[in-house]
């Protein structure tokens, strides 16, 4: 009984083993910049919570330099382009023509910046060269230029600068709204004084009529709220436009005048009556 407690402690211990580095393997690496944790730019770590958003995809890009030569690039955005491998390759060169696969640079080795609509990813510690730039690690650099409206597009190959002897890189670019700035409000200040006033009168004149009608149980012109203030109101206003604006004072007669019965005379007694037949 014993030896069979024993057996099936050992098997759920492998099994929680197991547990763990199935959960490790699947968890995928992310961004490490260049230096210590504790030294890391704010700036570039926030450049990368930026970008994060494309993560998730994958981009290709194919090249047909000659006959021997066609390679296809694959690059992810701070994450590993083969999670089974454990290689930290974040864009790499598979060879069209016998499947050798180079690792252009590495998401362990980053480094970040940006300017005012692009930002400027670049994978470092790749592959070894072998006869060109005195044998040092690939380098890539990827230039995101702002196009907005699109998350990302036209990831493309620019050019590979290996005819120095150091300091050798490959240069994509690719488009995406997550490298445009902020866009500006676009409302003045005396637009937005102007929305906030329009939206409390409406709020004043639909709630008070709403309070009027259903609860004073108000009818006809008493619903609009305040109405009285408001009538005293206009006809003050009224009355100052008149003392304001009147080009004359008021105890000026007007030029005209109506013709009054003093001023037509006394009727003549005589009459039409001759005019009568006899």
């Known amino acids: 009984m014993s030896s069979l407690c024993h057996t099936s402690a050992v098997l759920v211990v492998f099994m929680a083993l197991a547990v763990c580095v199935g959960a490790e393997q699947l968890e995928e690496k992310s961004c490490d910049v260049i230096g210590d944790e504790s030294s890391e730019s704010q700036t570039e770590r926030a450049l990368l919570k930026k970008l994060e958003p494309l993560s998730q995809m994958r981009f290709n890009v194919t090249v047909e330099k000659s006959k021997t030569e066609n390679y296809i690039y694959h690059f992810r955005v701070c994450r590993e382009v083969n999670s089974s491998q ?10 069209r023509q016998g499947r050798r696969t180079t690792v252009i640079g590495r998401i362990n080795e980053t480094q970040v910046f940006n300017g005012s609509d692009w930002i400027m990813l670049i994978y470092k510690g790749g592959d070894s060269y072998g006869s060109h730039c005195s044998g040092e690690k690939r380098r890539a650099v990827i230039m995101i230029s702002c196009k907005r409206g699109v998350i990302a ?8 600068e290996r005819e120095k002897e150091q300091e050798c890189f490959y240069l994509f670019e690719m488009d995406s709204s997550l490298a445009c700035p902020a866009e500006d409000s676009h409302l003045s200040v005396g637009s937005i004084l102007l929305i906030t006033f329009a939206s409390l ?77 006899m």
């Open 153 to 160: 597009s036209s990831f493309s190959i620019i050019s590979e």
């Open 86 to 95: 454990h290689d930290f390759g974040g864009l790499v060169q598979t060879d």
């Open 201 to 277: 009168t409406a709020v004043y004149i639909i709630g008070g009529f709403l309070y009027q009608r259903l609860v004073v149980g108000a009818k006809g012109m008493e619903q609009f709220p305040h109405f009285a203030f408001w009538q005293d109101l206009g006809n003050l206003v009224a009355d100052g436009c008149d003392f304001v604006c009147r080009s004359k004072p008021r105890n000026v007669p007007a030029a005209y005048r109506g013709v009054g019965d003093d001023q037509l005379g006394e009727e003549s007694e005589e009459r039409d009556d001759h005019l009568l037949p």
